[in-house]
C-alpha cells in the first residue's frame, strides 16, 4: 500500500473526474456545449421548505449554433425564467449586454416600461456564471415575466410542461 499526500489524491480525484466528462453534450455540428441539466430535480409542489415551483422548460439554438435551456419557474407571487446557455465567446457580457442578446435574438421580448412602473430598477436580467453537470461553464440568466402587477417581459421560445418524473 503505498502513502499519498492529501494534495496528489486531490489532483487523482480531478483528473478522474474530468476524464469522466471530457465528452460534454454538444449539439450535432456545434462549438459550444449544450447546458447539461441531468442533475437538476423539478419541484412539482410548492411546499413551506420549498418556496419554488418549477412550471416549464424549453430549448433552442441561437443563430451562432450556441444551445441554450430555458426553465419557467415562480416563487414569492413572481414568475421567471431562466435561460442557461455557454458562455464561450460571450464571457464578458454584462447584466445589459446579455438582455441586448436575448432580444437581439428574438427568444424574449421586455416591456420595460411596465418594468419599471411596476416599482423595480435595473434592466430586468440578473445573470451569473454557473457549472453544469458536465462541467461546462454557462450563463444563468434570469428575468422576472411577471407579478400580481403586471406582465414585464414575453416569452417566445415554446414550453414544454414538467412531468411527474420532471424532465
Not at 454557462?138 to 416569452?155: L, Q
Request: hydrophobic residues 30%; proline residues 4%.
Amino acid at each position: 500500500m503505498k502513502i499519498i499526500s492529501i494534495e496528489e489524491f486531490r489532483n487523482r480525484k480531478q483528473m478522474k473526474s474530468k476524464s469522466l466528462h471530457s465528452q460534454p453534450p454538444q449539439e450535432k455540428g456545434s462549438e459550444f456545449p449544450k447546458p447539461d441539466r441531468s442533475k437538476f430535480k423539478p419541484s412539482s409542489d410548492m411546499t413551506q421548505e420549498d418556496y419554488q415551483l418549477d412550471i416549464a422548460w424549453g430549448e433552442g439554438t441561437l443563430s451562432d449554433g450556441r444551445p441554450f435551456r430555458m426553465e419557467c419557474w415562480a416563487a414569492s407571487q413572481m414568475t421567471f425564467l431562466t435561460y442557461f446557455m455557454s458562455t464561450l465567446g460571450i464571457e464578458n457580457l454584462t447584466n445589459e449586454g446579455l438582455k441586448e442578446l436575448l432580444e437581439r435574438e428574438q427568444i424574449v421580448d421586455f416591456y420595460d416600461e411596465k418594468f419599471r412602473f411596476g416599482g423595480f430598477t435595473g434592466c430586468n436580467v440578473d445573470a451569473k456564471k454557473v457549472i453544469d453537470a458536465s462541467e461546462n461553464e454557462m450563463w444563468s440568466i434570469t428575468i422576472i415575466i411577471g407579478d400580481e402587477d403586471g406582465t414585464y417581459a414575453n416569452n417566445v421560445v415554446p414550453l414544454l410542461r414538467y412531468n411527474k418524473k420532471g424532465d
